[in-house]
């Protein structure tokens, strides 16, 4: 077990038990680091048979678990019964994260790392990661909170972990702000999704189309839309009175998801304006462009 300092008492309010699973290669072990870093005591492929035993010699600390389907005694419905007997009988307060991926982006993982998966054996990548995605698929459909790694870096994966579990002292409401693409898909992780495809699109200048919303010129030519300015005041009033009741409910990290055509300029720009209409607020965000070009940024979670 690996064991780092737990939080002090003031900054729990109750001890916690998570368990980490889902496919391997989306970010397991990241997302059990995570949790130790925040003062979990962290154990990855434990039985499931052993599951509570630890739990009721641990219950004064807040633990994370990680179990897939490389676990020994590994059932799916084991572990389920496990979870629902704990968060009916442990004192301590229960979660269940599942990590998971696309496929094709878990074949590219392994590719570039070059390491077997578990299930695969002789077979070729996607069958093994098909196999253990049947294995897992009654776990996705009942955990508490699912994280798609897909586009992620592991350093939005650890945010979003350690935003979502963190101690009381680390329990005010993250926020995140996410511009993307819609022609590259909806950001599954998004809790609010705002289409800003209405707005004069700078990929119709050529002096502008290799640029981003960060450049001064594409903010210039976005601000000079008389629309900009509405959906500015009309979103951060959307916004403003919405948040605080999030954060009541117990939310601890929220994702406003900002989208355009390409997510190379008009929802990278618009993002930039909330942030900086967040930090005049004095609330601290965490930014991310995903679909801007950008060096590529590989994710690297080894064969969890």
Known sequence: MNSQASPSQDDQEQPRFVVVTGMSGAGKSIALQALADVGFETVDNLPVALISAIVAAHEDHSIAIGVDARTRDFDAGALLSVVEALRQQSKMKVGFVFVDADTDVLVQRYTETRRPHPMAKERPIA????????????????????????????????????????????????????????????????????????????????????????????????????????????????????????????????????????????????????KLWFTKKGVSVDVRHRDMPRHHVQFISGPR
């Open 127 to 274: 069958d093994g990661i098909e196999i253990e995605r049947r294995l897992l698929e009654p776990m996705r459909e009942e955990v508490d909170f699912l994280v798609d790694t897909t586009r992620l870096a592991p350093a939005d994966l650890k945010r979003i972990v350690q935003g979502q579990f963190g101690g009381s002292g680390q329990r005010c409401m993250q926020i995140f702000l996410m511009s993307f693409g819609f022609r590259n898909g909806l950001p599954r992780d998004a809790d609010q999704v705002l289409d800003v495809r209405f707005l004069k699109n700078p990929h119709y200048e050529p002096t502008l189309r290799a640029l981003t919303g960060q450049d001064e010129a594409v903010g210039a030519y976005i601000e000079q839309d008389p629309a900009t300015h509405l959906f500015i005041e009309r979103a951060t009033a959307l916004l403003e009175p919405l948040l605080p009741l999030y954060e009541r409910e117990g939310k601890s990290y929220f994702t406003i998801a900002i989208g355009c055509t390409g997510g190379q300029h008009r929802s990278v720009y618009i993002v930039e304006r909330l």
